[in-house]
């Protein structure tokens, strides 16, 4: 896989620049706060007020960033709706024998407690230890916040990689003279 391309802005910032390579045409959005979607869920909209807040004050956001940041919301809502239901325990229930009438009575049975990631199942061959789909959700959502965190530069590592209007550094060379 290819390395990703590096914006323009980055390139001036650490001197990598090179006028042959520079696109002339390329788009440069007001820097300014998109409003929230219409479609966000309930848990994506809290995400979207904060996330918003913070990008806006390191000076990040863009008018065009409004499809991103709407993708960065809702992989956290989705995590934390995961992690919310991995938090609620498994039960079911299981025929407990018949009464008079031939009716199955049920016995409800914990299957696995709160916050465990797996629960045992009990087939023709015995128990069998199985993980909760929970966690997979919970790994998948994980997987795209820390690729949405790294693209608007909110991870340690990533926050050098980003350049900020207003923000940028001073060229220890250019005062050499």
Known sequence: MARPRKPTHLKIVTGTAQACRANPKEPKPKRARPTAPAGLSKRAKAVWTKA???LDG???????????????CEAVAD???????????????????????????????EVAAAGAQTYVTIGKSGPMVRMRPEVAAIADANRRVAMWLAKFG????????????????????????
């Open 52 to 54: 918003a807040r913070l």
């Open 58 to 72: 390191m000076g990040v956001l863009t008018t065009a960033d409004g499809l991103a940041l709407e993708g960065l």
């Open 79 to 109: 995590e934390l709706e995961a992690r919310a239901s991995l938090a609620r325990p498994i039960v079911t229930q299981v025929p407990d024998g018949t009464a008079d009438d031939d009716t199955p009575v049920m016995r409800e049975i």
């Open 154 to 177: 909110l991870t340690p590592a990533d926050r050098s990689k980003v350049g900020a209007e207003g923000q940028q550094k001073e060229n220890a060379f250019q005062k050499i003279g």
